[in-house]
T-cell receptor
Framework: DGGITQSPKYLFRKEGQNVTLSCEQNLNHDAMYWYRQDPGQGLRLIYYSQIVNDFQKGDIAEGYSVSREKKESFPLTVTSAQKNPTAFYLC?????????????FGEGSRLTVL | AQSVAQPEDQVNVAEGNPLTVKCTYSVSGNPYLFWYVQYPNRGLQFLLKYITGDNLVKGSYGFEAEFNKSQTSFHLKKPSALVSDSALYFCAVRALNYGQNFVFGPGTRLSVLP
């Protein structure tokens, strides 16, 4: 089935540790996004990538890093510089060739800092 | 800048009654408008979108939305609510002159009471 796979579903981290969240897609979509979701705040854009080897900061990029070495993959690293990393993280894809299209979302990864 | 407002944090409705979840937006240029639904600890699922044409848009699971340009609104509606419609609903907007970035509202929690 075509879709977006995020892993792990749940992740616990100690303060000071970096963690990497995986996002893999087989929809052949060019653009990929990372959003952070906190209760009552909707979705906030962390990073996005429109093509391989290129990515742009979103509204809340500080403390996060990404890479886009393959079209199918857009991993997000939550670094120790992120002061409040506990949140639900959502990966999404989009195909610019269908300009009126919508975002497709993965099932999310919940990160808890202990 | 683009922005989306969902003025109600919570909407309660009895099963079988019509429901409305409100959304207003601010964007320069013609908007593309979207509704998504989220169940607990899941990703967002696409419900419907307005791109152009008929102001009344029909989507998944019996939902529909009405685009009102003069009031800059895009309210989500359903004629007869089901208990299984209870979830978190997000409105989103994208404008061509802002590239491929989507802006989400804060979400509205819908509770359908049996």
């Amino acid at each position: 089935d075509g879709g977006i796979t995020q892993s792990p579903k749940y992740l616990f981290r100690k303060e000071g540790q970096n963690v990497t969240l995986s996002c893999e897609q087989n929809l052949n979509h060019d653009a990929m996004y990372w959003y952070r979701q906190d209760p009552g705040q909707g979705l906030r854009l962390i990073y996005y990538s429109q093509i391989v080897n290129d990515f742009q900061k979103g509204d809340i990029a500080e403390g996060y890093s990404v890479s886009r070495e393959k079209k199918e993959s857009f991993p997000l690293t939550v670094t120790s510089a992120q002061k409040n990393p506990t949140a639900f993280y959502l990966c999404a894809t989009y195909t610019p060739t269908k300009n009126t299209g919508e975002l497709f979302f993965g099932e999310g990864s919940r990160l808890t800092v202990l | 800048a683009q922005s989306v407002a969902q003025p109600e944090d919570q909407v309660n409705v009895a099963e079988g009654n019509p429901l409305t979840v409100k959304c207003t937006y601010s964007v320069s240029g013609n908007p593309y408008l979207f509704w998504y639904v989220q169940y607990p600890n899941r990703g967002l699922q696409f419900l419907l979108k307005y791109i152009t044409g008929d102001n009344l848009v029909k989507g998944s699971y019996g939902f529909e939305a009405e685009f009102n340009k003069s009031q800059t609104s895009f309210h989500l509606k359903k004629p007869s609510a089901l208990v299984s419609d209870s979830a978190l609903y997000f409105c989103a907007v994208r404008a061509l002159n802002y590239g491929q970035n989507f802006v989400f509202g804060p979400g509205t929690r819908l509770s359908v009471l049996p």
